[in-house]
C-alpha cells in the first residue's frame, strides 16, 4: 500500500492510492494535537509500502516561523515513517527537506493539481475546504499557479476562506435586512460552517471543527441548525427570535453570496488571463464551484463524482500517493 497524507493546520488527511483507504482527522496543531500518535496509529494499521507528504500546517500560529513549523511536521513525519517522501512546489518527491526548506511550504495543491493536469490537460483546479481555496490554472498538464501563498493571494490564485473555519465577521462588515443596513459586530461569534449548515448544504457531521465557542458548546451551543441560527443571531448582536428566523437565514445566505462573489471574481480572472473553460473541483465546497461555473458558462467536473466524496474531502493526500506511485513505477 503506497500512502499520501496530507498534513494541514486543521485537517490531516490519509489516502492510499488506490483509494481504499482514506481517513480525515480534526487535528489542530495550535491545539497541541498528538500528530506522530496518529501516524504512528496509521503506519500500524496499514504498514505502507511508501508514503508521499505535502504539508500547510507550518502556517499554524502553534509555530513561531513557517520553517519551525516545516521542519516539526518533518521530524514528526519522519519518526513514524523514516522513509517518507516530500513533494516540493517544483513537483519532485525528496527524502531529505534540507537546503532551500521554503520549497516545500504549502505544496498541497501542487499534488492535487498535477494530478488533475494527467487527467485534463487544460483547466482551472479548484480544491474548496474548510479554510482556503485554491484555484490553479492548468495548460497542456502543467500547473501555472505561483508558488507562494503570498504570490497566490495576490493573483486571484488563493482565497484565504473556507466553508467551514471562517469567520463570518471577517467577511461581512455589513448585512442589509429590507431597506436598513447593519453593521457587523468583530467578534467571532459565528463561522462560515453556521452559515452552510443552516441553509442545508453540509451536515452536523461535515462540522467537523469546534464551534466557535467551546463554552458555548459545552452549554449546549452545539453543531446543529437551532445552534447555527444562535450563533449567526449573534454576529448582529441578536438572539434568533429577536432577528427573526427569516433574517437569520438571510443573514446566512448573504455569507454565501460574498463567498460566491469572490469565487466568480477569482474564476472569470483566471479564466480570462489563461483562456481556460473548465473546471475541476473538489472539497466539501464543490457545491459553491457548480454555482459558480454555472454563473460563469463553464464547464465543471467534480471530483466526487468521478473518484468519490471521501477522495474529494481529501484530494491532496489521493493525488501525492498517486504521485509517488507513479514515480516509484517508472523507477
Given amino acids: 500500500m503506497i500512502l499520501g497524507i496530507d498534513i494541514g493546520g486543521a485537517n490531516t488527511k490519509i489516502v492510499s492510492s488506490d483509494g ?38 507550518e502556517l499554524s500560529d502553534a509555530f513561531e516561523s ?12 519522519n519518526e513514524a515513517f523514516s522513509e517518507a517522501q516530500y513533494l516540493s512546489v517544483d513537483s519532485s518527491f525528496e527524502r531529505d527537506i ?67 473555519r471562517t469567520n463570518i465577521a471577517s467577511m461581512l462588515h455589513e448585512f442589509k435586512f429590507g431597506s436598513e443596513v447593519c453593521k457587523s459586530s468583530s467578534e467571532l461569534f459565528a463561522i462560515t460552517a453556521d452559515a452552510y449548515l443552516v441553509l442545508g448544504n453540509i451536515t452536523s457531521e461535515d462540522y467537523t471543527c469546534e464551534v466557535p465557542d467551546w463554552y458555548a458548546y459545552e452549554e449546549g451551543f452545539g453543531k446543529d441548525s ?6 449567526l443571531a449573534r454576529v448582529v448582536c441578536c438572539d434568533p427570535d429577536e432577528l427573526g428566523e427569516a433574517n437569520v437565514i438571510d443573514l446566512a445566505k448573504q455569507v454565501r453570496k460574498r463567498q ?16 481556460l473553460t ?29 473518484h468519490g466524496r471521501c477522495i474529494s474531502l481529501s484530494f491532496p493526500a489521493y493525488s501525492v500517493a498517486g504521485l509517488l506511485e507513479k514515480k516509484l513505477s517508472e523507477g
Avoid at 67 to 72: A, H, L, N, T, V
Avoid at 286 to 306: D, N, P, Q
Fill in 66 to 77: 513557517k520553517d519551525e513549523g516545516i521542519r516539526y511536521i518533518y521530524e514528526v513525519v
Fill in 20 to 57: 481504499g483507504f482514506t481517513e480525515l482527522h480534526y487535528l489542530p496543531l495550535w491545539k497541541g494535537s498528538n500528530l506522530l500518535s496518529l501516524l504512528i496509529d496509521i503506519k500500524e494499521r496499514t504498514n505502507p509500502s511508501a508514503v508521499g507528504v505535502v504539508m500547510t500546517g
Fill in 98 to 164: 534540507g537546503g532551500d526548506i521554503s520549497r516545500f511550504f504549502a505544496a498541497n495543491w501542487v499534488a492535487s493539481s498535477s494530478y488533475v493536469g494527467s487527467l485534463k490537460k487544460d483547466a482551472i483546479f479548484v480544491d474548496i475546504g474548510s479554510t482556503t481555496t485554491d484555484l490553479i490554472p492548468i495548460s497542456d498538464g502543467v500547473p501555472l499557479a505561483e508558488k507562494t501563498d503570498f504570490e497566490r493571494l495576490k493573483s486571484n490564485e488563493l482565497i484565504y476562506s473556507g466553508v467551514l
Fill in 278 to 306: 473548465d473546471v475541476v473541483a473538489c472539497g466539501l465546497g464543490e457545491f459553491l464551484v457548480e454555482e459558480a461555473t454555472s454563473i460563469l458558462g463553464m464547464g465543471c467536473t467534480l471530483i466526487s463524482k468521478s
Fill in 260 to 275: 460566491m462573489d469572490d469565487l466568480t471574481t477569482s474564476l472569470s480572472e483566471l479564466k480570462d488571463r489563461f483562456d
Fill in 226 to 231: 437551532d445552534s447555527a441560527m444562535k450563533r
